[in-house]
């Protein structure tokens, strides 16, 4: 069964470290692959998406994903947080083999970024 | 980037009575909508794909009876959770699909907390 992992569940970080947080799926063939943010009140939004081509993404606000097929991740990153990254992150994963758009959610890393 | 709204964003119900949430995209028409349903500290689990003009596709475990699905126009799609009990209570999420676009990328509503007494 299809599955999206992400290990770590709260991140604490001061401003101006380094970001990375985790992100696995399991296998299911060619995968279309996002990162969405929830800021606190506020709904989902896209951060930024693979599809094809590059593996190394770049997204808003200065995130960058990298696509590691081998690894089956997607692991999201940011060289310097802000004290505004504060955050749930969402990663997701579309199969194409279901033919279908539903996307399956990992279960979310809350970052915290202190000032 | 493309608008999806949800009303209302928060209700609370008594058990056995029926609850109906809109999803509506503002901005754009939408073809596809999906409805999520989110538990605390848990991620979002798709509920079921709502098609305009069809029957919506409910994941595995949902019952379609309980959470009826209809999409009767391109930017709105209501969820009617039939004769809740307090385990329904949680946070149902829609997304719309932006077919324009070419891409796959979904657009979130706000979220709907529902809590049933």
């Known amino acids: 069964a299809q599955s999206v992992s992400q290990h770590n569940h709260h991140v604490i970080l001061s401003e101006a470290a380094s970001l990375e947080l985790g992100c696995n799926y399991s296998?299911?063939?060619?995968?279309?692959l996002f990162w969405y943010v929830q800021y606190p009140g506020q709904h989902l939004q896209l951060l930024l998406k693979?599809?094809?081509?590059?593996?190394l993404v770049k997204g808003i606000k200065g995130f960058e994903a990298e696509f590691i097929k081998s690894k089956f991740s997607f692991n999201l990153r940011k060289p310097s947080v802000q004290w505004s990254d504060t955050a749930e992150y969402f990663c997701?994963?579309?199969?194409?083999?279901?033919?279908?758009?539903?996307?399956?959610f990992g279960t979310g890393t809350r970052l915290t970024v202190i000032p | 980037g493309a608008v999806v709204s949800q009303h209302p964003s928060r209700v609370i119900c008594k058990s056995g009575t029926s609850v109906k949430i809109e999803c509506r995209s503002l901005?754009?028409?939408?073809?596809?909508m999906f409805w999520y349903r989110q538990f605390p500290k848990q991620s979002l689990m798709l509920m079921a794909t709502?098609?305009?003009?069809?029957?919506?596709?409910?994941e595995q475990g949902v019952e379609k009876d309980k959470f009826l699905i209809n999409h009767a126009s391109l930017t709105l799609s209501t969820l009617t959770v039939t004769s809740a009990h307090p385990e329904d209570s949680s946070f149902y999420i829609c997304?719309?699909?932006?077919?324009?676009?070419?891409?796959?990328?979904?657009?979130f509503g706000p979220g709907t907390r529902l809590t049933v007494l």
């Open positions: 997304s719309a699909r932006d077919p324009s676009g070419g891409s796959n990328e979904q657009f």
């Open positions: 296998y299911g063939g060619t995968v279309n």
């Open positions: 693979y599809f094809s081509g590059d593996p």
């Open positions: 997701a994963v579309n199969y194409k083999r279901t033919g279908a758009n539903n996307l399956f």
């Open positions: 901005d754009f028409q939408a073809t596809t």
């Open positions: 709502s098609n305009e003009g069809s029957k919506a596709t409910y």
